[in-house]
């Protein structure tokens, strides 16, 4: 264990288990923090390589007629599993 860590649980040991449950609080708000920047990253990643396919956008009602077909397969699943 660093030194660091050592100095943080002796601290942690000298507060009252109120203010302990603050600290687990402001640790897991600064986790979540990161692990978005991380995501954001990632993404940030992911759409430069999609960008480098050049593909061309899609259009509105290519959107729409997927959304609509993707409605009428979970409809028609739900059915032929009833």
Not at 6 to 29: C, G, H, N, S, Y
Request: proline content about 4%.
């Amino acid at each position: 264990m660093t030194a660091i860590e050592l100095q943080l649980l002796e601290r942690l040991k000298q507060l009252p288990p109120a203010r302990v449950a603050e600290v687990v609080d402001f640790v897991e708000f600064l986790a979540s923090r990161e692990e978005r920047k991380l995501a954001v990253a990632r993404l940030g990643d992911q759409l430069a390589r999609l960008d480098a396919l050049g593909l061309p956008a899609v259009s509105d009602e290519e959107v729409e007629a997927e959304v609509q077909a993707s409605r009428y397969a979970r409809r028609n699943e739900g059915l032929a599993g009833a």
